[in-house]
């Protein structure tokens, strides 16, 4: 039958702000990331409503325009970011396809921009002739980090990305967003479980429960008067490092 995974969810980001979704795993956040850009499973479907992205409804473009805006206007990092890098050619080749084939770059142009994409993620461009496999998991996710961010995009939607990242290197990943956003003006949509990215990271704050958005605002306004019992757990399970136990 039916199940609405994402029902009634309405929000608008400015361009050049950061918004964080967050909810109980489950509660529809992948689901609605991929309805915006159009890349629901099979058997998902978007029964109503609309997406603006610059004046353009997305859910009414046809497939081969929204295949000329993604990766070049808006790009999604994937929750399984980890495993969307082709398994059977090196990384680069990854690179060089997206900024050959959209970005319209020759392939010395396009080696270049691949190398300080990386060097921008903090990998070591050696590694770009490596394949998928030798890389470890937060190394693909920064890879995938940098395709996304490979021909400038206006809008970045990232799905969990910095989970299977140490708390330093994801540092450096979300200082790279923030510094993207700051310069060129990038907007994101930013999923996470961690509101310490989420304060860090967002200008606004979504919390999404069984498929709708039951709190949104700006981030310090959410957290510190949250009024749904989801928010407030969030917020209470974050510790405060100054204070000491029993006080
Ligand atoms: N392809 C699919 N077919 C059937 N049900 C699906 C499919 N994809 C997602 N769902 C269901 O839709 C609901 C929302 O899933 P979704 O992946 O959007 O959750 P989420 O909020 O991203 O969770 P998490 O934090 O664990 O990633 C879940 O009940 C899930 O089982
Ligand atoms: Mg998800």
Redesign the pocket.
């Known amino acids: 039958g039916i199940?609405k995974?994402?029902d009634g969810v309405s929000f608008t980001v400015d361009q050049g702000r950061s918004i964080g979704?967050v909810?109980?795993?489950?509660?529809?956040?992948?689901?609605?990331?991929?309805g915006i850009i159009r890349v629901?499973?099979?058997?998902?479907i978007i029964a109503g409503g609309s997406v603006r992205f610059e004046g353009n409804d997305l859910t009414q473009m046809t497939e081969s325009s929204i295949r000329n805006i993604r990766w070049k206007d808006l790009s999604l990092i994937p929750?399984a970011a980890m495993d969307s890098l082709n398994p059977v050619y090196p990384v680069i080749d990854s690179f060089l396809e997206i900024l050959m084939l959209k970005g319209k770059l020759n392939r010395a142009e396009a080696t270049k921009r691949a190398h300080e994409l990386f060097t921008m993620v903090g990998l070591d461009t050696k590694r770009l002739r490596y394949y998928p496999h030798e890389f470890s998991g937060g190394m693909k996710q920064r890879a995938m980090i940098a395709l996304a961010l490979a021909l400038n995009p206006k809008l970045i939607i990232a799905?969990?990305p910095v989970t299977a990242l140490d708390v330093i290197v994801q540092n450096q990943v979300l200082r790279v967003l923030k510094n993207l956003k700051k310069e060129l003006g990038l907007t994101l949509v930013m999923?996470t479980?961690d509101i310490s990215v989420v304060a860090e990271t967002c200008d606004d704050v979504a919390v999404?429960y069984a498929?709708k958005i039951v709190e949104i605002g700006p981030v310090s306004r959410v957290l510190k008067n949250s009024t749904h019992p989801y928010t407030m757990g969030l917020a209470n399970a974050f510790p405060n490092l100054k204070k000491t136990e029993g006080t």
Not at 40 to 44: E, F
């Open positions: 199940s995974a994402v979704l909810g109980e795993s489950g509660c529809g956040k992948s689901t609605l990331v991929k629901l499973a099979g058997n998902g929750q799905d969990e999923i479980h999404m498929g």
